[in-house]
Protein backbone atom coordinates (compact mmCIF):
# COMPACT_ATOMS: atom_id res chain seq x y z
CA UNK A 1 0.00 0.00 0.00
CA UNK A 2 1.16 3.83 -0.51
CA UNK A 3 1.10 5.03 2.64
CA UNK A 4 0.92 9.01 4.06
CA UNK A 5 1.80 9.24 7.23
CA UNK A 6 1.12 12.74 9.77
CA UNK A 7 3.91 12.74 12.14
CA UNK A 8 5.89 9.37 12.05
CA UNK A 9 8.95 9.82 13.94
CA UNK A 10 8.26 9.62 17.46
CA UNK A 11 6.98 6.78 19.63
CA UNK A 12 3.78 5.21 18.32
CA UNK A 13 4.18 6.90 14.61
CA UNK A 14 7.70 5.76 14.28
CA UNK A 15 6.62 1.76 15.13
CA UNK A 16 3.80 1.53 12.59
CA UNK A 17 6.35 3.40 9.88
CA UNK A 18 8.72 0.58 10.95
CA UNK A 19 6.57 -2.12 10.61
CA UNK A 20 4.87 -0.71 7.40
CA UNK A 21 8.42 -0.78 5.57
CA UNK A 22 9.21 -4.51 7.07
CA UNK A 23 5.66 -5.24 5.10
CA UNK A 24 6.91 -3.72 1.78
CA UNK A 25 4.31 -0.78 2.38
CA UNK A 26 5.67 2.35 0.41
CA UNK A 27 5.59 5.13 2.98
CA UNK A 28 5.48 9.21 3.21
CA UNK A 29 5.67 11.08 6.12
CA UNK A 30 3.97 14.57 6.00
CA UNK A 31 5.36 16.26 9.51
CA UNK A 32 7.48 19.97 10.18
CA UNK A 33 10.86 17.93 10.38
CA UNK A 34 11.48 19.12 14.29
CA UNK A 35 11.40 15.48 16.04
CA UNK A 36 14.22 12.76 14.82
CA UNK A 37 14.63 14.23 11.50
CA UNK A 38 15.89 12.27 8.38
CA UNK A 39 15.18 8.94 11.00
CA UNK A 40 14.41 6.87 8.29
CA UNK A 41 16.65 6.63 5.17
CA UNK A 42 15.35 6.58 1.89
CA UNK A 43 11.56 6.90 2.90
CA UNK A 44 10.39 10.22 1.21
CA UNK A 45 9.41 13.21 4.22
CA UNK A 46 7.75 16.10 3.01
CA UNK A 47 7.45 18.82 5.31
CA UNK A 48 5.01 21.45 6.21
CA UNK A 49 2.10 22.28 8.98
CA UNK A 50 -0.98 20.70 8.91
CA UNK A 51 -2.19 23.83 10.60
CA UNK A 52 -2.73 26.07 7.45
CA UNK A 53 0.28 24.44 5.50
CA UNK A 54 -0.59 21.09 3.42
CA UNK A 55 0.12 22.58 -0.07
CA UNK A 56 3.11 20.36 0.15
CA UNK A 57 0.56 17.35 -0.37
CA UNK A 58 -0.98 18.49 -3.89
CA UNK A 59 -0.70 16.62 -6.97
CA UNK A 60 -0.26 12.96 -4.64
CA UNK A 61 -2.69 10.35 -3.87
CA UNK A 62 -1.83 7.12 -1.48
CA UNK A 63 -4.30 4.42 -0.32
CA UNK A 64 -4.61 5.56 3.27
CA UNK A 65 -3.69 8.39 5.44
CA UNK A 66 -2.60 7.17 8.68
CA UNK A 67 -3.11 9.91 11.58
CA UNK A 68 -1.13 9.64 14.57
CA UNK A 69 -0.36 13.58 15.47
CA UNK A 70 -4.10 14.53 15.53
CA UNK A 71 -5.54 16.47 18.95
CA UNK A 72 -7.78 19.13 18.05
CA UNK A 73 -10.43 19.25 15.82
CA UNK A 74 -9.79 22.11 13.82
CA UNK A 75 -6.63 20.70 12.90
CA UNK A 76 -7.47 17.20 12.20
CA UNK A 77 -10.46 18.75 9.97
CA UNK A 78 -8.25 20.60 7.75
CA UNK A 79 -5.59 17.40 7.52
CA UNK A 80 -9.22 15.11 6.60
CA UNK A 81 -10.70 17.69 4.63
CA UNK A 82 -7.48 18.22 2.72
CA UNK A 83 -6.82 14.46 1.66
CA UNK A 84 -10.13 13.30 1.28
CA UNK A 85 -9.69 13.51 -2.71
CA UNK A 86 -6.29 11.95 -2.31
CA UNK A 87 -6.42 8.94 0.05
CA UNK A 88 -9.49 5.92 -0.13
CA UNK A 89 -9.03 5.20 3.75
CA UNK A 90 -8.48 7.39 6.95
CA UNK A 91 -6.71 6.14 10.30
CA UNK A 92 -7.32 7.81 13.06
CA UNK A 93 -5.44 6.96 16.44
CA UNK A 94 -7.81 8.52 19.21
CA UNK A 95 -7.59 7.35 22.38
CA UNK A 96 -10.27 5.58 25.22
CA UNK A 97 -10.47 8.75 27.28
CA UNK A 98 -13.08 9.17 24.35
CA UNK A 99 -15.70 8.08 26.81
CA UNK A 100 -17.81 9.94 29.14
CA UNK A 101 -16.21 9.17 32.85
CA UNK A 102 -16.74 7.65 34.81
CA UNK A 103 -16.69 4.57 32.49
CA UNK A 104 -18.42 1.41 33.60
CA UNK A 105 -16.57 -1.71 33.77
CA UNK A 106 -15.89 -3.42 30.44
CA UNK A 107 -17.68 -0.62 28.66
CA UNK A 108 -17.52 -1.54 24.59
CA UNK A 109 -17.05 1.07 21.62
CA UNK A 110 -20.77 2.10 22.03
CA UNK A 111 -20.24 3.68 25.06
CA UNK A 112 -21.53 7.26 26.22
CA UNK A 113 -19.04 9.51 24.81
CA UNK A 114 -17.55 12.67 26.55
CA UNK A 115 -18.70 15.99 25.62
CA UNK A 116 -17.19 19.66 26.38
CA UNK A 117 -20.23 22.87 26.43
CA UNK A 118 -17.70 25.02 24.58
CA UNK A 119 -16.01 22.99 21.90
CA UNK A 120 -14.11 26.03 20.33
CA UNK A 121 -11.85 25.48 23.03
CA UNK A 122 -8.58 23.85 22.51
CA UNK A 123 -7.69 23.08 26.45
CA UNK A 124 -6.19 19.66 25.66
CA UNK A 125 -5.22 19.21 29.11
CA UNK A 126 -8.92 20.20 30.38
CA UNK A 127 -10.68 18.71 27.50
CA UNK A 128 -8.25 15.73 25.96
CA UNK A 129 -11.07 13.17 25.68
CA UNK A 130 -13.95 15.52 24.54
CA UNK A 131 -11.23 16.74 21.96
CA UNK A 132 -10.64 13.65 20.04
CA UNK A 133 -14.32 12.79 19.49
CA UNK A 134 -14.42 15.97 18.12
CA UNK A 135 -11.51 14.60 16.02
CA UNK A 136 -12.87 11.41 14.99
CA UNK A 137 -16.48 13.28 14.17
CA UNK A 138 -14.49 15.44 11.91
CA UNK A 139 -12.71 12.73 10.40
CA UNK A 140 -15.98 11.03 9.74
CA UNK A 141 -17.41 14.27 8.23
CA UNK A 142 -14.66 14.57 5.75
CA UNK A 143 -14.26 10.90 4.80
CA UNK A 144 -17.95 9.38 5.02
CA UNK A 145 -18.12 5.87 5.56
CA UNK A 146 -13.94 5.27 5.04
CA UNK A 147 -12.43 5.99 8.85
CA UNK A 148 -11.05 3.73 11.02
CA UNK A 149 -10.54 5.14 14.53
CA UNK A 150 -8.26 3.15 16.64
CA UNK A 151 -8.48 3.94 20.87
CA UNK A 152 -5.57 2.86 22.51
CA UNK A 153 -5.47 2.92 26.02
CA UNK A 154 -2.04 3.21 27.77
CA UNK A 155 0.56 2.84 24.96
CA UNK A 156 4.16 1.27 26.33
CA UNK A 157 7.31 0.18 25.03
CA UNK A 158 10.64 1.68 23.37
CA UNK A 159 10.65 5.21 22.12
CA UNK A 160 7.62 6.38 24.50
CA UNK A 161 8.23 10.06 25.75
CA UNK A 162 6.36 10.10 28.17
CA UNK A 163 7.56 8.08 30.92
CA UNK A 164 4.30 6.74 32.44
CA UNK A 165 5.80 2.68 31.87
CA UNK A 166 9.35 3.28 32.25
CA UNK A 167 9.42 5.07 35.54
CA UNK A 168 8.17 1.96 37.51
CA UNK A 169 10.89 -0.17 34.72
CA UNK A 170 13.71 2.02 35.94
CA UNK A 171 12.20 2.47 39.78
CA UNK A 172 12.59 -1.23 40.12
CA UNK A 173 15.96 -1.58 38.47
CA UNK A 174 16.85 0.85 41.51
CA UNK A 175 16.61 -1.68 43.59
CA UNK A 176 15.27 -1.27 47.32
CA UNK A 177 11.95 -0.51 48.77
CA UNK A 178 9.44 0.53 46.37
CA UNK A 179 6.38 2.34 47.41
CA UNK A 180 3.75 0.75 45.40
CA UNK A 181 0.23 2.17 44.78
CA UNK A 182 -3.45 0.68 46.06
CA UNK A 183 -4.35 -2.60 45.93
CA UNK A 184 -2.23 -4.90 43.38
CA UNK A 185 -4.82 -7.05 42.64
CA UNK A 186 -6.63 -3.84 40.80
CA UNK A 187 -6.29 -4.82 37.22
CA UNK A 188 -4.58 -2.76 34.42
CA UNK A 189 -4.12 -2.24 31.05
CA UNK A 190 -1.77 -1.36 28.42
CA UNK A 191 -0.41 -2.28 24.69
CA UNK A 192 2.95 -2.32 23.75
CA UNK A 193 3.18 -0.09 20.63
CA UNK A 194 4.25 -2.00 18.51
CA UNK A 195 1.59 -4.51 18.84
CA UNK A 196 -0.88 -1.29 18.31
CA UNK A 197 1.12 -0.92 15.05
CA UNK A 198 0.92 -4.26 13.51
CA UNK A 199 -3.41 -4.29 14.40
CA UNK A 200 -3.57 -0.35 12.62
CA UNK A 201 -1.85 -1.96 9.79
CA UNK A 202 -3.53 -5.20 9.65
CA UNK A 203 -6.87 -3.13 9.86
CA UNK A 204 -5.29 -0.56 7.25
CA UNK A 205 -4.80 -3.54 4.50
CA UNK A 206 -8.16 -4.98 5.16
CA UNK A 207 -10.06 -1.82 4.59
CA UNK A 208 -11.47 -1.84 7.85
CA UNK A 209 -13.75 0.84 9.35
CA UNK A 210 -15.21 1.98 12.44
CA UNK A 211 -14.00 2.35 16.14
CA UNK A 212 -11.95 -0.30 17.68
CA UNK A 213 -10.84 -0.05 21.38
CA UNK A 214 -6.78 -0.84 21.51
CA UNK A 215 -5.60 -2.24 24.84
CA UNK A 216 -4.78 -5.30 26.35
CA UNK A 217 -4.35 -7.53 26.96
CA UNK A 218 -6.46 -10.49 26.19
CA UNK A 219 -5.67 -12.07 29.61
CA UNK A 220 -5.96 -10.08 33.29
CA UNK A 221 -2.93 -8.33 34.28
CA UNK A 222 -2.63 -6.74 38.13
CA UNK A 223 -0.86 -4.01 38.85
CA UNK A 224 1.03 -6.70 41.36
CA UNK A 225 2.02 -8.85 38.07
CA UNK A 226 3.05 -5.88 36.13
CA UNK A 227 5.80 -4.09 38.97
CA UNK A 228 6.45 -7.77 39.65
CA UNK A 229 7.71 -8.08 36.01
CA UNK A 230 9.70 -5.54 36.70
CA UNK A 231 11.25 -5.99 39.63
CA UNK A 232 12.33 -10.04 37.70
CA UNK A 233 12.78 -8.66 34.64
CA UNK A 234 15.14 -5.64 35.66
CA UNK A 235 17.15 -8.46 38.30
CA UNK A 236 17.22 -5.74 41.22
CA UNK A 237 15.63 -7.57 44.20
CA UNK A 238 13.63 -4.53 45.00
CA UNK A 239 10.83 -5.39 47.80
CA UNK A 240 7.38 -3.66 46.89
CA UNK A 241 5.67 -1.95 49.47
CA UNK A 242 1.75 -1.79 49.04
CA UNK A 243 0.36 1.78 50.08
CA UNK A 244 -3.45 1.98 50.17
CA UNK A 245 -4.86 4.79 47.89
CA UNK A 246 -6.66 6.53 51.42
CA UNK A 247 -2.70 6.94 52.79
CA UNK A 248 -2.04 8.44 49.10
CA UNK A 249 -4.42 10.41 48.88
CA UNK A 250 -4.65 11.99 52.30
CA UNK A 251 -0.40 12.84 51.24
CA UNK A 252 -1.22 14.48 48.62
CA UNK A 253 0.31 11.71 45.92
CA UNK A 254 -0.53 12.85 42.09
CA UNK A 255 -2.62 10.27 40.81
CA UNK A 256 -1.85 8.64 38.18
CA UNK A 257 1.04 11.15 37.34
CA UNK A 258 3.56 10.69 40.27
CA UNK A 259 2.59 6.99 40.44
CA UNK A 260 2.11 6.17 37.02
CA UNK A 261 -0.82 3.67 36.53
CA UNK A 262 -2.45 4.35 40.21
CA UNK A 263 -5.90 5.17 40.33
CA UNK A 264 -8.70 5.09 42.71
CA UNK A 265 -10.58 2.33 42.64
CA UNK A 266 -13.70 4.06 41.87
CA UNK A 267 -12.05 5.16 38.57
CA UNK A 268 -10.11 2.29 37.88
CA UNK A 269 -12.98 1.05 35.35
CA UNK A 270 -10.69 3.58 32.16
CA UNK A 271 -8.21 0.21 32.65
CA UNK A 272 -11.09 -2.20 31.99
CA UNK A 273 -12.37 -1.80 29.29
CA UNK A 274 -14.00 -4.57 26.24
CA UNK A 275 -11.49 -5.26 23.68
CA UNK A 276 -13.44 -8.10 22.06
CA UNK A 277 -13.77 -6.10 18.54
CA UNK A 278 -9.97 -5.47 19.06
CA UNK A 279 -9.51 -9.41 19.12
CA UNK A 280 -11.88 -10.20 16.45
CA UNK A 281 -9.80 -8.06 14.56
CA UNK A 282 -6.33 -9.82 15.12
CA UNK A 283 -5.01 -7.79 17.93
CA UNK A 284 -2.42 -9.72 19.60
CA UNK A 285 0.03 -9.45 22.70
CA UNK A 286 3.59 -9.81 23.30
CA UNK A 287 4.55 -11.20 26.52
CA UNK A 288 4.73 -8.43 29.56
CA UNK A 289 8.23 -9.44 30.48
CA UNK A 290 9.42 -8.62 27.16
CA UNK A 291 8.12 -5.58 26.74
CA UNK A 292 9.66 -4.52 30.30
CA UNK A 293 13.27 -5.74 28.98
CA UNK A 294 12.94 -4.24 25.33
CA UNK A 295 11.62 -0.62 27.45
CA UNK A 296 14.61 -0.84 30.10
CA UNK A 297 17.12 -1.68 27.24
CA UNK A 298 15.78 1.61 24.38
CA UNK A 299 15.99 4.01 27.87
CA UNK A 300 19.45 3.01 29.12
CA UNK A 301 20.68 3.63 25.52
CA UNK A 302 19.31 7.41 25.71
CA UNK A 303 21.57 10.21 25.49
CA UNK A 304 22.33 11.50 28.93
CA UNK A 305 21.17 14.98 28.10
CA UNK A 306 17.84 13.55 27.08
CA UNK A 307 14.97 14.53 29.51
CA UNK A 308 14.31 11.82 31.30
CA UNK A 309 13.18 8.93 34.31
CA UNK A 310 16.06 10.19 36.24
CA UNK A 311 15.38 13.38 36.73
CA UNK A 312 12.40 12.83 38.66
CA UNK A 313 14.39 11.00 41.19
CA UNK A 314 16.69 13.92 41.25
CA UNK A 315 14.71 16.33 42.61
CA UNK A 316 13.88 18.17 39.34
CA UNK A 317 10.72 18.93 38.54
CA UNK A 318 8.79 16.64 36.36
CA UNK A 319 6.11 15.69 34.55
CA UNK A 320 5.86 11.65 36.00
CA UNK A 321 7.25 9.66 38.42
CA UNK A 322 7.69 10.53 42.50
CA UNK A 323 10.99 12.10 43.83
CA UNK A 324 13.30 9.62 46.23
CA UNK A 325 12.96 11.83 48.87
CA UNK A 326 9.26 11.95 49.06
CA UNK A 327 8.69 8.16 48.33
CA UNK A 328 11.47 7.69 51.59
CA UNK A 329 9.41 9.59 53.62
CA UNK A 330 6.10 8.10 52.50
CA UNK A 331 7.36 4.77 53.15
CA UNK A 332 8.22 5.63 56.60
CA UNK A 333 4.92 7.55 57.71
CA UNK A 334 3.46 4.19 56.34
CA UNK A 335 5.28 1.98 57.94
CA UNK A 336 5.06 4.09 61.29
CA UNK A 337 1.19 3.90 61.00
CA UNK A 338 1.30 0.44 60.47
CA UNK A 339 3.40 -0.15 64.20
CA UNK A 340 0.94 2.26 65.63
CA UNK A 341 -2.17 -0.05 64.87
Known amino acids: MRLLILGGSQFVG ?3 VEA ?4 G ?5 FNRGRTNPNLFAGVEEIHGDRDGGLSALDGRTWDAVIDTSGYLPRVVRQSAEYTSDKADQYVFVSTISVYEQPMAENADENAPLATMEDET ?3 I ?3 YGALKVLCERAVDEAFAGK ?13 DPTDRFTYWVHRAALGGEIAAPGNPDRTVQFIDARDLAALLLDMTEAGATGAVNTTGPDYRVTMGDYLDSCVRVTGSGALLTWIDEDFLLAHDVGVFMEMPFWLPEA ?6 VNIDRALAAGLTFRPLDETVRDTQVWSESRPSDEPRWSRAFAGQPRAVGMDREKEAALLKEWHARETSE
Open 121 to 123: SED
Open 14 to 16: RHI
Open 25 to 29: HSVTL
Open 267 to 272: QNAMLT
Open 125 to 127: AAS
Open 147 to 159: TLHLRPGMIIGPY
Open 20 to 23: ALRR
